[in-house]
């Protein structure tokens, strides 16, 4: 049960980064998917590496995958500020991956609830079911509206928690109370806080990403 189209379970139950969506997006044309193609990287894991993107002021304000971190570059976007261990190649070029890009144009960016997503809401809630309090990998959890959308629940932070399918469907289409169960916490809302808290979660292995999010 997803709350938009954006929040479909990833069967591989692998976690692609994804903070803040919208931030870099409507940069992304014809250009970006001609860019793409020509980047025959080998197929793996390493283009859906994480990237952490800086605003031009060096602000952290998103996550995105080594791939479309490569595209905003290579379209003049953005500039690598710090690298990973690692190149792709096309067919003529080896390419530098980046670990850290920064836009070269500010961007204003809302503090608004954009980031809502399945992901997100996993990472915030450590892939742990709020109301059995047990870890699970993504691909056993779904999102629970806790008060239902047919009581006029809406899809927010506030509203959406990681459940396990079990204690989802024994909750099925009512609230907590009703179903006898208790939320682990009340889900908290979408800061800025959040974000760079998601964006700390995301990036606590690479050191590269430290500078820029712990100060
Ligand atoms: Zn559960």
């Not at 793409?36 to 952290?60: D, F, K």
């Not at 959406?160 to 939320?183: I, Q």
């Not at 800025?192 to 292995?205: E, N, V």
């Amino acid at each position: 049960m997803g709350a938009n189209r954006h929040m479909s379970v990833d069967s591989r139950g692998r976690y692609t980064p994804e903070v803040d969506g919208a931030a870099v997006s409507g940069s992304e044309g014809p250009a970006g998917s001609r860019t793409h193609n020509t980047i025959s990287a080998r197929r793996g894991s390493l283009m859906q590496e994480p990237v952490l993107v800086l605003n031009a002021t060096y602000e952290p304000i998103n996550v995105t995958a080594v791939r479309r971190a490569m595209v905003l570059m290579l379209k003049g976007v953005a500039q690598a500020e710090e690298m990973h261990n690692a190149e792709v190649h096309s067919a003529a070029h080896a390419h530098e991956v980046p670990s850290v890009i920064r836009l070269l144009a500010y961007r204003h960016i809302p503090q608004q609830s954009r980031a809502l997503s399945r992901k997100n809401i996993l990472l915030r809630d450590r892939n742990t079911c709020q109301f059995c309090v047990r870890v699970f990998p993504s691909s056993e959890l779904t999102l629970d509206h806790v008060v239902p959308r047919s009581r006029g629940g809406r899809s927010s932070w506030e509203n959406l928690v990681a459940c396990c399918y079990r204690c989802n469907n024994s909750k099925g289409d009512r609230t907590p109370e009703e179903a006898g169960l208790k939320l682990a916490r009340r889900p908290r809302p979408f800061t800025l806080h959040t974000s760079r808290q998601l964006m700390r979660l995301i990036g606590h292995r690479d050191e590269r990403w430290r500078k820029y999010l712990f100060y």
